[in-house]
């Protein structure tokens, strides 16, 4: 199984800051099969990101995704209020599928 | 339009089973896998396992593997997740999605939430 880890856990940004969370893998992934989620509270998760820094309709351009092999990142460029809410990374390497433990993102 | 309608909140007591439905429309769900995500309570996303409708084959979790059984109905354009044994770990929110091998989850369902209490 291929463990995703996310990096940090929560994190609290003010409007217009810049933001980085990361999403490292136990074994390599190609970077066709790395994906993010938006998760808001209460709500089903959306594709937000897929293959690594392809943005899935919708998205505004202040997101970015990137890396390759076992280090990915999704950043936004400066952060306003409805960015609040949980991204979880997901990969496909070969069964099972995982998702990393999710990064909160809070607005102050 | 794509969407996966799930069926609602269910309320079962412990060593009891439930089976959850999600029906596609805009969409054959014989052209694509089934997914099924768990969600526990302020906790992450867990893949459980998919089906491929077109033969009826399924992948799993190994960790579901004796608790999950994923099936579809082709005629209703239904996929199904039936869960046995319930405990208070199964106490969760259960997502469809649809996407084949390789592909991102593009489309999910509303959620079901599953409350396991006596």
């Known amino acids: 199984e291929n463990v995703l880890t996310q990096s940090p856990a929560i994190m609290s940004a003010s409007p217009g800051e810049k933001v980085t969370m990361t999403c490292r893998a136990s074994s390599s992934v190609s970077s066709s099969y790395l994906h993010w989620y938006q998760q808001k509270s209460g709500a089903s998760p959306k594709l937000w990101i897929y293959s690594t820094s392809n943005l899935a309709s919708g998205v505004p351009a202040r997101f970015s995704g990137s890396g390759s092999g076992t280090s990915y990142s999704l950043t936004i460029s400066s952060v306003e209020a409805e960015d609040a809410a949980t991204y979880y990374c997901?990969?496909?390497?070969?069964?099972?599928?995982?998702f990393g433990g999710g990064t909160k993102l809070e607005i102050k | 339009e794509v969407q996966l309608q799930q069926s609602g909140a269910e309320l079962v007591k412990p060593g009891a089973s439930v089976k959850l439905s999600c029906t596609a429309s805009g969409f054959n769900i014989k052209d694509t896998y089934m997914h099924w995500v768990k969600q526990r309570p302020e906790q992450g996303l867990e893949w459980i396992g998919r089906i491929d409708p077109a033969n009826g084959n399924t992948k799993y979790d190994p960790k579901f593997q004796g608790k999950a059984t994923i099936t579809a109905d082709t005629s209703s354009n239904t996929a199904y997740l039936q869960l046995s044994s319930l405990t208070s770990e199964d106490t969760a929110v259960y997502y469809c999605?649809?996407?084949?091998?390789?592909?991102?989850?593009?489309?999910w369902g509303q959620g079901t939430l599953v409350t396991v209490s006596a």
């Open positions: 997901q990969q496909y390497s070969g069964y099972p599928y995982t």
């Open positions: 999605a649809r996407a084949r091998d390789y592909a991102p989850f593009a489309y």
